[in-house]
């Protein structure tokens, strides 16, 4: 049965997870600890189970074994529906690639989590908005997916996944498919917002520029995590 | 490269199968359809031919060469059961020689007759009395198929003495049995024969060309959704099977291998296609040979396909597949760095709306300023108002879907909404083809069912009152006016009085016949008229000149107790009433409330007089109905034509309509899943296309609700858009046509038309909604994670 409450300062949490994917294991024991305000990076080679662990801590996938806890309530009890609820309302996501609907201009793009949590057309595409001059993208507003670059389309995802202010922000290896000089451009722009706002990351990469941009790094290995800077797991 | 192209088909996994699946079937519902219309056509031909020995003496039937064959005592007339029209004729044989009618194997000798298979079911299962005591003799034998246009034709062949029918008015003598249908009878100026009988058979069959225009309009309207389909499957899982010829160029194939591996793979669903649409054809072969496209069921058998259709098709389906592949490839640059596809394709002009502006303004001047005098004038304007909008509706399909969904993803606050109206909006060409193929059929088919309702309504009116529709007239003598009276079954001639006797004993008869409660006998008075103008009587409709209108006498007691045909005036012993006993140059007036002209005529003198017509006022049962019939054409009056009432006479003139009206409903019905199928697959091909950003969606907590509103609405927009806007000018063009063409108020159709209208869209919605799975397969959280 469910084992001690986080305490209040812990906002989501990975309890000796186990997770399989048909014959292969993907997570074997795995555990993290994320405080609030905090930006971890997960970091690992291929295959290792770090992005497996993401999914488990944004409730994505449901472990087959352990517990996840976010703000001190079970996530993986939880229905499905009540989960897809915490990841519109709560949670942010920056994903590699491919996240934009093509069919939809930039500011539909950004506006997309807050239309799809009830708000109304207007305020929402005037939030949207507003993240354009900060993030470099003033005058690409009406542009479609297709007509941005990699780096462009990236940080219109960074500004869909922190439109709605979530408490925490789940990216997975968000400059993957982008140079050096645009993913450190990503990753500055990110790291200024969340720290503005006080926002919780997650971030997982492999690589240890981008991994340097957190306040903690754990690398999972096998399906296990170990630390390897700043707090214990 | 055609063995490896034929390994790729086959190993490309299981999307690659589901795509040549789909292929297949959107192929073999197109060939299977191609086949059913071109064996339909054929089958056209052979109905057509079986018709023809029915216009045997006709006036528009070329006479009979001199070839030393005695000649045959041929005389032809019509009967009907419950409306349905029976072929009957009666013959004589003058000698060995005399020619037979197809289907039997003698003519019949006097006492004897012949009857069709339907006919002879029918007598079987209705009393005698209603219906077999019609025909002397006994049957003698079944009319073989071959000589039948349907298998539920009613045709009837009696065997007469040469001296019986020589004294018949309306026999002819011939050598030989009509083998063609004539091109235009019942126009004066075609008759080719000065001797024949200006007869025409009830059933007539109908010139090859006009029966093959309609039929070349359904198919078209049917295959063209089935083709919009087709291109529609093609484009499932274009991108990975692009990007892996893009892979197959890195390694070094020419843009030709790679184009000859599409037609490869594009051959083999054309071919699993065509076993498919043969099969297809087959299974529907019974039940569409039981669709009377043309007034009258198939034979099976006769849904045939030539050796050259079967070839054509069997070569040219899978020839043109390859083709088409081969031209699509050139539509994409595929090199060995990937496919370079085109940016979003240029929004489709505002011009695109003129021609249907220009079709409904030529419309509207039609109905503002009137429609032309002349026929001709009226069908060169109709035509061209309809063809106009229709074309028109075609090339601003694309522009309106654009501006439609512009105008909704502008103001709408959903996300589904805004992502579906965005997709539309985006290239308006792709959305509105998947659904272009039921403007076609919608807009036809409604303005043919609403054209046909007001035309089958306006005859009733024009026929006679409801009061009166349930009056069997037997016209036993022709008036003037009667000759005029050209309609199927019925004869041209001389007027003839019919004799004086035994009047009193039938109508004895006729009275006991449960539910008929009146019978009237309409005396011959030579020299009687109603003044013309007497409620409208006697008023040429296009000359609008006055002629005094022949008239009979009946007696006033007979009258009362049929009030549906008017009254005497009050006293009078006997009134003048036309003489054709009512059956139809009344045009729509309600005789209840007419006061009839007294008549000087004397009661002893009345049954004196010759008879024109017996009206029997029954309730309109079928038992009633039948019986009175049968015992009318069985008195020794030289009946003129069938007896009939106003309910027959709609039901033969409104025969033809219904049957299209009928098939109306086959190409709604076919068409509308054909065009929920289409959307489908380019929802399913739009969902592999949108895979990831869908499946991001839903892991970032879009419900799945959501992304089914964006499918549903992606689809069901068009759709219901399409149908609405189609139906609609649909109904504004009959409502035109009927106040101009017809004179009439458009008549709106009855309930079937509504409810297939409706089954067909919820069959389509119920397609559309089969994707449904495959949003919750693709989208799933598997999908969208990093490998």
């Known amino acids: ?233 | 490269m055609i063995p490896l192209g034929l390994r790729l088909v086959v190993s490309g996994g299981r999307e690659a199968i589901t795509r040549l699946m789909i292929l297949t079937i959107a192929v073999g519902l197109g060939v299977g359809l191609l086949l059913t219309a071109v064996a339909a056509t054929n089958a056209v031909s052979t109905w057509n031919g079986r018709n023809a020995w029915f216009w045997t003496g006709s006036a528009w039937a070329p006479p009979s060469p001199a070839t030393g064959a005695a000649p045959l005592w041929w005389h032809p007339s019509g009967d009907t059961f419950h409306s349905q029209p029976i072929d009957r004729f009666d013959v004589a044989a003058t000698g060995a020689s005399s020619p037979v009618p197809p289907g039997i194997p003698r003519d019949p000798a006097p006492g004897q007759y012949y009857a069709s298979p339907a006919l002879v079911a029918l007598m079987r299962g209705t009393p005698a009395n209603q219906l077999a005591n019609r025909y002397p003799g006994h049957l003698a034998g079944v009319i073989d198929d071959a000589a039948l246009p349907s298998p539920n034709s009613l045709v009837l062949i009696v065997g007469r003495t040469p001296a019986q029918l020589a004294q018949s008015p309306d026999s002819i003598q011939v050598t030989s049995v009509s083998t063609t249908v004539p091109g235009d009878p019942g126009n004066p100026d075609r008759e080719v024969n000065p001797h024949g009988l200006t007869y025409m058979p009830p059933n007539a069959g109908a010139p090859a060309s006009a029966s093959d225009l309609i039929l070349s309009v359904v198919a078209l309207a049917i295959l063209a959704p089935v083709l919009i389909f087709i291109a529609t499957a093609t484009r499932l899982s274009a991108a990975r099977r692009e990007a892996r010829f893009a892979a197959m160029r890195l390694a070094g194939a020419t843009r030709a291998q790679v184009s000859l591996l599409a037609a490869t793979e594009s051959t083999v669903a054309g071919v699993a296609g065509v076993a498919a649409g043969f099969g297809i054809f087959f299974l529907l072969r019974t039940p569409v040979a039981g669709i009377p496209f043309i007034g009258a069921p198939f034979f099976p058998s006769e849904l045939s396909l030539s050796l050259l259709d079967v070839l054509v098709v069997a070569i040219g389906v899978p020839v043109a597949a390859a083709v088409a592949a081969r031209l699509a490839l050139h539509r994409v640059r595929i090199s060995p760095l990937g496919v370079a596809r085109r940016a979003t394709p240029k929004p489709p002009r505002a011009w695109r709306v003129v021609p249907l502006l220009a079709g409904l303004a030529e419309l509207g001047f039609w109905a503002v300023r009137g429609h032309p005098a002349s026929i001709s004038g009226q069908v060169q304007a109709f035509v061209s108002s309809f063809a106009l909008i229709l074309v028109g509706l075609f090339i601003a399909g694309p522009w309106l879907t654009m501006a439609a969904a512009r105008t909704l993803a502008r103001w709408t606050s959903r996300p589904s909404t805004l992502i579906a109206a965005r997709r539309l909006g985006d290239d308006p060409r792709a959305a509105f083809r998947a659904v272009s193929g039921l403007v076609l059929a919608l807009f036809i088919t409604t303005v043919a069912v609403v054209a046909i309702t007001t035309q089958n309504a306006k005859g009733l009116t024009q026929w006679g009152s409801a009061a009166e529709a349930n009056v069997l007239t037997d016209q036993v003598s022709a008036s003037e006016q009667v000759a005029q009276n050209n309609g199927p079954g019925a004869n041209g001639g001389t007027a003839v009085p019919g004799p004086a006797a035994p009047a009193g004993p039938l109508t004895a008869q006729l009275s006991r016949i449960p539910g008929v409660y009146g019978v009237l006998v309409v005396r011959a008075d030579p020299g009687l008229t109603i003044p013309g103008r007497f409620h409208d009587l006697g008023v040429n409709g296009i000359t609008g000149q006055v002629s005094p209108v022949p008239a009979g006498v009946v007696s006033c007691a007979q009258l009362a107790t049929l009030p549906a045909l008017g009254r005497c005036p009050a006293g009078a012993m006997a009134a003048a009433v036309p003489a054709d006993g009512f059956n139809g140059p009344l045009s729509g007036i309600d005789a209840t409330t007419l006061t009839w002209p007294a008549a000087n005529v004397p009661a002893a003198r009345l049954a004196t007089l010759g008879v024109d017509a017996i009206d029997v006022g029954t309730n309109g049962s079928t038992p009633a109905v039948e019986e009175a019939r049968t015992l009318l054409e069985s008195a020794p009056y030289p009946g003129r034509s069938t007896p009939s009432t106003i309910s027959d006479i709609v039901a033969q003139d409104n025969s033809t309509d219904n049957d299209y009206q009928q098939l109306a409903n086959v190409v709604i019905l076919v068409s509308l899943p054909i065009a929920g199928c289409t959307l489908a697959a380019g929802i399913a091909a739009g969902l592999a296309d949108r895979k990831r950003p869908f499946s991001l969606l839903r892991l970032t907590g879009a419900r799945l609700a959501t992304l089914r509103r964006v499918v549903a609405l992606e689809g069901a927009v068009p759709l219901l858009s399409v149908a609405a806007v189609a139906i609609g000018t649909g109904f504004g063009a009959a409502a035109l046509y009927a106040s101009e063409a017809e004179q009439h108020p458009m008549v709106a159709p009855g309930a079937p038309y509504y409810l297939l209208t409706a089954g067909g869209i919820i069959v389509s919605l119920g397609v559309i909604a089969a994707t449904f799975p495959l949003l919750q397969r693709i989208t799933g959280p598997e999908a969208a994670r990093n490998e």
């Open chain 1, 1 to 233: 049965m469910t084992a001690d409450r986080p305490s209040s300062e812990t906002i989501t949490e990975a309890r000796n997870l186990y997770l399989s994917f048909g014959e292969t294991p993907a997570l074997r024991g795995a555990s993290l600890t994320v405080q609030r305000g905090e930006s971890v990076a997960v970091m690992g080679p291929s295959g290792s189970g770090k992005s497996t662990l993401l999914h488990c801590l944004a409730g994505i996938l449901v472990p087959d074994e352990g517990e996840v806890w976010y703000d001190g309530q079970r996530l993986d009890t939880v229905s499905d529906d009540r989960r897809s609820a915490l990841r519109r309302d709560r949670f942010g996501f920056v994903f590699q690639y491919g996240q934009l609907v093509p069919e939809l201009t930039a500011e539909e793009n950004v506006a997309l989590p807050l239309l799809l949590s009830g708000t109304r057309r207007g305020p929402a595409m005037e939030a949207a908005r507003a993240w354009f001059p900060a993030l470099g993208l003033d005058g690409l507003e009406r542009r479609r997916s297709g007509e941005l670059s990699g780096g462009q389309a990236q940080r219109v995802a960074l500004a869909r996944g922190l439109v709605a202010d979530p408490e925490v922000l789940f990216a997975d290896e968000p400059t993957g498919s982008l140079d050096s000089v645009a993913g450190e451009l990503v990753m500055d722009l990110l790291t200024a917002a969340v720290r503005t706002r006080g926002t919780t990351v997650v971030l997982v990469t492999h690589d240890a520029r981008v991994a340097a941009y957190a306040d903690r790094e754990v690398i999972v290995r096998d399906g296990k995590v170990s630390t390897l800077t700043g707090a214990a797991p």
